[in-house]
């Protein structure tokens, strides 16, 4: 990278991050929790939100984003549930930024939501890099795409509170070392948060969603 390029990106993550602390005053002033989930195309993003958003009916309000390239085909599922949904297409941008998301919390009532599941693009790499003015960030990983990714990319798994371990009803069928990949996770952070579920049995969904009824607490 020449010189002449640093100061540059230094401007456009600095206004990000101011964008992302008005986003974070807003959502304090209408007590709403905001959740980033980070993943992978396929990870069970969408799914684990659908799975979420039902099982905390009638106990939390839930509101949901989703961040796609293209299409709004994750929004309608959500909103096929019963649950507010705004989508933001980021034509071609393979994160969202805080920008993005202000433009999607002018269309949410706020009021209406105590928690908000925010579903970045499906990636690993980038979306880590922009905060958005969320509360918690959740990275995904699925069974299918192997116990080594936090070798691959150990940025998302060090910056995030939690991770949540999906498909794991796969997990007779598919050569994954659960042990081995929670130690790595944990060698990169120390603190995370590490939940194993299925979307598909519903195993594993109780604690999770326990610990989201303890964070809407905090709101
Ligand atoms: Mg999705
Ligand atoms: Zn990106």
């Known amino acids: 990278m020449s010189p002449d390029r640093i100061p540059v990106i230094e401007r456009i993550m600095g206004a990000n991050d101011d964008l992302a602390a008005q986003n974070r005053r807003l959502l304090d002033a209408h007590h709403v929790h905001a959740i980033n989930i980070m993943a ?33 085909v994750d929004t309608d599922k959500v909103r096929a549930i019963g649950v507010p ?15 993005q998301l202000r433009g999607a919390l002018e269309q949410l009532n706020l009021d209406e939501a105590d928690l908000l599941f925010i579903e970045n693009v499906g ?23 192997g116990d080594d990714k936090p070798h691959k990319y150990p940025g998302i798994y060090s910056a995030v ?8 009803d796969l997990l007779p069928w598919i ?5 081995e990949f929670q130690r790595l996770a944990r060698s990169l952070n120390p603190d995370i948060r590490i939940f194993q579920l299925s979307c598909v049995t519903g195993e594993g969904i109780a604690e999770w969603v326990n610990w989201l009824l303890a964070l809407a607490q905090t709101r």
């Open 161 to 168: 509170d939690a991770l949540v371990v999906t498909k794991i």
């Open 123 to 145: 990636n690993l790499i980038c979306p880590v890099s922009f905060d958005l003015g969320e509360h918690t960030r959740v990275a995904i990983a699925s069974v299918p795409e």
């Open 85 to 99: 949904a705004v989508q933001i297409n980021t034509g071609g941008g393979c994160h969202l930024d805080a920008n």
């Open 40 to 72: 992978s195309p396929g990870a069970g993003k969408t799914s684990l939100i659908l799975r979420t958003a039902q099982a905390l009916q009638g106990r939390q309000r839930v509101a949901v984003v989703e961040g796609d390239v293209a299409s709004s």
């Open 175 to 179: 050569d994954f070392d659960m042990a």
